[in-house]
């Protein structure tokens, strides 16, 4: 059987766009975005804590070293999410051209992840725990969206091709 596509780009238009043309921000890419970003996320919940600001990291993180490559595993998706949230649908400008590159960004920074699991289980010895476990399924819950969701790749498709409007050069003088 043949698949029509046009008829399931029309679709994915009717799906992922409201009423007036605008796509609407996949929530589960916020969830990946925020995955990603955990880093980030524990380092200002460790703030709240006014006696020992490191007791919160200490659970996560063994040294230093491990905190910093996990804030660097979140920066392509700090990029990300700032280029979605500043792309615009009616005009062209840089937040547009930057998701082009979403995806090889995002999956970048899986895989700067997956290194830095690899290590805290090497350090660990393989010892088990939940937290872990956790954060392996969510490595590869995330790997499947961003390799398969139609949704991100709709969005993703939808900003970096939109066109900048053309200036009408007419002289009403």
Do not use: C
Not at 75 to 99: K, Q, W, Y
Request: charged share 20%; glycine share 6%; aromatic share 14%.
């Amino acid at each position: 059987m043949k698949k029509s596509g046009s008829a399931t780009a029309f679709v994915e238009k009717v799906r992922y766009l409201d009423k007036e043309g605008r796509a609407s921000v996949p929530l589960a890419l916020m969830l990946v975005i925020f995955f990603q970003m955990r880093g980030y996320l524990a380092g200002i919940v460790s703030l709240t804590f006014s006696e020992d600001r490191t007791r919160l990291l200490n659970l996560f993180y063994s040294n230093t070293e491990q905190f910093g490559l996990m804030l660097l595993v979140g920066l392509p998706s700090s990029i990300v999410l700032l280029s979605s949230t500043f792309a615009a649908e009616d005009d062209r400008n840089l937040g547009n051209r930057m998701m082009v590159i979403a995806q090889p960004l995002l999956l970048f920074s899986l895989f700067l992840d997956a290194f830095l699991i690899f290590w805290l289980f090497i350090e660990h010895q393989g010892h088990f725990s939940f937290g872990r476990a956790a954060i392996v399924m969510g490595w590869f819950i995330t790997l499947w969206y961003l390799v398969k969701s139609r949704h991100w790749r709709f969005y993703r498709n939808h900003l970096a091709t939109r066109e900048a409007p053309e200036k009408d050069e007419s002289d009403d003088s």
